[in-house]
DNA sequence: GTGTTGAGTATTTTT
DNA sequence: TACTCAACAC
């Protein structure tokens, strides 16, 4: 029996109205997940619906997971219904009906490095620079004509070339051609890229009508968790896949999450869902249930900055609880320091758990330096996102191996392995076989083994080449009756993959491969006729095996903000709130600070009992760009703050630190100038541009300050506001 | 042709 | 710090 006594009124009438279309708009930490989940297994559970008819579509995978989590818990003995995010479930989608737009249903999805690297060959053949547009950049730009259905062919004004992000004509024959030669190539290797996931499964729903009869008939409910970040194109497969003659469809969001935008999410869809389903019971749940209420003060005073809102706060019952801290450093050093000594105190006079804690940030590259110290100070921690299990060097290598058992023409793969370890087949034979085969028009495969042919002028040696088919051919022959993961073990034997290992000082990497293996088994126990290119069908979306998700049981977690949306923790630390970090900015530009706002927001609503602030002065290990506080500081009601100040304990560390720590963060930037009287050759100073310099001259009122690489040194006005003098 | 080294440069967010 | 690119040694 299910037990609804928790749920509040509202929350209630969310979990049980069951039947037609609802939207409920619920603020963070509503409860709203929780009403998700109740309602799937109140459907389940009480009113006797196959779970394999019921769909909840989450945003990450992360969430997905979760979720799948909480409804075993509640629902020990069911079958899990169908839970992932849109990519996931088009996936499932698209192995059964992809066949109907000309793709065979064992296509690969290329993750981002295979992108980029399939990006960089079309460089190469085209002769194209890196320098002209990066690749990264292209890729960007191809995902916005993919999903916005954008004709390239017709662009003509300079206004629709920079929607695209581009600046010139010339830029445009370039993307042109490599977006061309982009879908042909994976057209012709029977590869999808994340965008083709949604947009066929679009087109397949959108033409054909029996397959859409067929998932209308499949689902008989449909969930959608963070509906505020969905785009067009998520948001008409969703009605696709409604039974228009049953609108069983339940969307939960909340506007002031909206953190996606780049992604194509619009403020409108709220209406859109209106307009689309007449009679939608709309629901609201504005109790908060997670935070303590000087947390909240802090969040909604941030929040109410932004003004494409409808206004509204969100209140609680809980207690006021601890202040809110917010803790300025003197170096990125120290905040990473100050952050692992709060956590050392929490988890040793308040007895929280490891677990219980989360360091948030806006960008990936920031967790390096707390990463740093949290491992000096041996506390455990787990970073979500980064760098995924399955993306790492070593398990896509070995993944490469046992894709070319299944398939020894997968191009990808090929290109991967084909000199790893060192086989002496390097970047120009490559090129010349690809080359080769674009020109003859075969496959990449075909052209290595014509290669061998002297009279085929491809390379002056074959001889490494011919070793690397022989080594494929003997492996496959080898592993044909083995199962996957004795397949890989024979792999890693006969290509001395630790070897490998080893003479890159990766040993540590080894771990992984173990593990890999682990995860093969454990897909081997699950299904017994499992064969190799199962298991790579069924790791497509996958980010990490199931057993590296226990050692994040007892670990502080680490993850952007955007990973951490739909999670809570009773410690939240939101680290690097700088401008130009937090609020990003880019080119020293910050943009769409309205998106910016909300993502702080999301931030700070993680947070249950406690929440820490942190920022840095001195300047940025990464650009070396000196480092000021956050506007979003200044926006926070900060009457509540606990401020803690931070360094100026090492001499070692004094380089980087300039920081006046008697002004407060609300006024940064007036102390540019107060003591810049009596400078003396030897002294320290820092410039807001070129970062630390020693005064090396003095005539008048100019200084010959020595600066790092690449600035040198430069005379320069003595009492600029760009020039600030150290604190001793 | 391949591999190594050093200098220079650039860093949103996810599937 | 990490990654790319050009220049050099084998």
């Known amino acids: 029996m299910l037990d609804l006594s928790k749920l509040n009124k509202h929350q209630l009438k969310a979990v049980t109205a069951t039947e037609g279309p609802i939207l409920v708009v619920a603020g963070a930490g509503t409860g709203k997940t929780r009403v998700l989940t109740m309602r799937v297994a109140y459907l389940i559970d009480e009113l006797g619906y196959d779970p394999q008819k019921i769909l909840a579509i989450t945003f990450t995978n992360k969430a997905a997971n979760e979720m799948r989590n909480r409804i075993a818990t509640l629902l020990p003995n069911v079958n899990v219904p169908w839970i992932g995010t849109y990519h996931a479930i088009c996936l499932k989608i698209l192995r059964k009906n992809v066949d109907t737009i000309g793709y065979s249903s064992n296509f690969t999805v290329i993750d981002d490095e295979d992108q980029s690297l399939l990006i960089r060959d079309i460089y190469k053949q085209g002769n194209i620079s890196q320098k002209d547009i990066k690749p990264a950049k292209m890729i960007g730009i191809i995902e916005k004509i993919k999903m916005n259905d954008v004709g390239v062919e017709t662009i003509s004004t300079m ?21 061309q030669r982009y879908q042909a190539k994976l057209k012709s290797g029977n590869i999808l890229d994340f965008n083709d ?9 959108k033409e054909n009508i029996d397959i859409r009869d067929y998932w209308q008939k499949h ?35 909340d506007p002031d999450q909206t953190i996606y935008t780049w992604r194509g999410a619009y403020a409108n869809i709220f209406n859109d869902y209106l307009e689309s389903y007449k009679n939608t019971q709309v629901m609201i749940l504005d109790l908060n249930y997670r935070s303590t209420k000087n947390i909240l003060k802090v969040a909604n005073s941030l929040v109410s900055n932004n003004h494409e809102r409808i206004k509204k706060d969100l209140s609680t019952d809980n207690p006021q609880g601890v202040e809110v801290v917010f803790c300025k450093s003197d170096s990125q050093y120290y905040e990473a320091s100050f952050i692992c000594q709060q956590i050392i105190e929490l988890v040793k ?9 989360a360091i948030l940030y806006r960008s990936n590259y920031l967790s390096r330096f707390i990463e740093q110290e949290l491992m000096s100070n041996s506390i ?3 970073i979500y996102g980064s760098l995924k299990f399955y993306q790492r060097m070593e398990i896509k290598d070995l993944l490469a191996y046992l894709r070319l058992m299944a398939d020894d023409q997968n191009e990808i793969a090929l290109k991967r392995v084909i000199n790893v370890p060192r086989r002496n087949i390097g970047e120009v034979t490559i090129d010349r076989v690809s080359e080769y085969a674009r020109k003859n028009n075969m496959t990449f495969a075909q052209a290595l083994a014509l290669s061998l042919r002297m009279d085929v002028e491809i390379t002056w040696s074959p001889n490494p080449i011919m070793q690397f088919l022989k080594l494929i051919h003997q492996l496959k022959e080898n592993t044909q009756k083995l199962s996957p993961s004795k397949a890989l073990q024979e792999i890693i034997k006969v290509t001395k993959y ?7 000082d990766f040993e540590s990497r080894w771990d992984n491969v173990n593990e890999l293996i682990a995860a093969i088994e454990y897909y081997e126990a699950k299904n017994p006729e499992g064969t ?16 590296i998700k226990k050692a994040r049981d007892q670990s502080v977690s680490l993850m952007t903000v955007h990973v951490a949306k739909g999670s809570e923790y009773r410690v939240i630390f939101l680290a690097a709130l700088n401008e130009g970090i937090f609020p990003v900015a880019i080119n020293g530009q910050t943009t769409n600070l309205e998106e910016e706002r909300r993502i702080a927001y999301v931030a700070l609503t993680r947070a249950m009992e406690r929440l820490y602030l942190t920022c840095s002065a001195g300047h940025s290990f990464v650009t070396n760009a000196p480092l ?23 001499i070692s560390d004094v380089d980087l630190s300039w920081y006046d720590s008697k002004s407060p963060a609300t006024n940064f930037e007036d102390n540019y100038n107060k003591d810049a009287v009596a400078f003396q050759i030897g002294d320290t100073i820092a410039h807001v541009v070129f970062g630390a310099g020693v005064i090396v001259g003095i005539k008048e009122n100019l200084l010959d300050i020595a600066f790092k690489a690449p600035y040198g040194v430069k005379t320069l006005v003595k009492n600029h506001k760009a020039i600030k003098r150290m604190k001793s």
């Open 159 to 179: 206004q629709q070339l920079k929607e695209l992000g581009i600046f010139s004509f010339e830029d445009l024959k370039i993307v042109k051609y490599v977006h």
């Open 197 to 205: 996931l949604l947009l066929f499964t679009h087109k397949i729903l």
């Open 219 to 253: 689902f008989h409910y449909i969930l959608v968790d963070e509906f505020q970040d969905t785009n067009i194109i998520q948001f008409e497969i969703l009605n696709y896949l409604i039974n228009p003659k049953q609108i069983n469809v339940f969307a939960v969001g």
């Open 349 to 357: 006079k308040e007895k929280y758990q490891y677990s219980d804690i």
């Open 380 to 382: 455990p921690y787990y």
């Open 498 to 504: 630790q070897e490998y290992l080893a003479s890159l």
């Open 532 to 547: 190799i290119e199962g298991y790579l069908q069924e790791i497509t979306l996958y980010t990490d095996p199931t057993e």
């Open 628 to 650: 000021y506080p956050s506007r979003f500081i200044k926006e926070m009601d900060t009457k509540n703050l606990k401020v803690v100040e931070q360094g100026m304990k090492s």
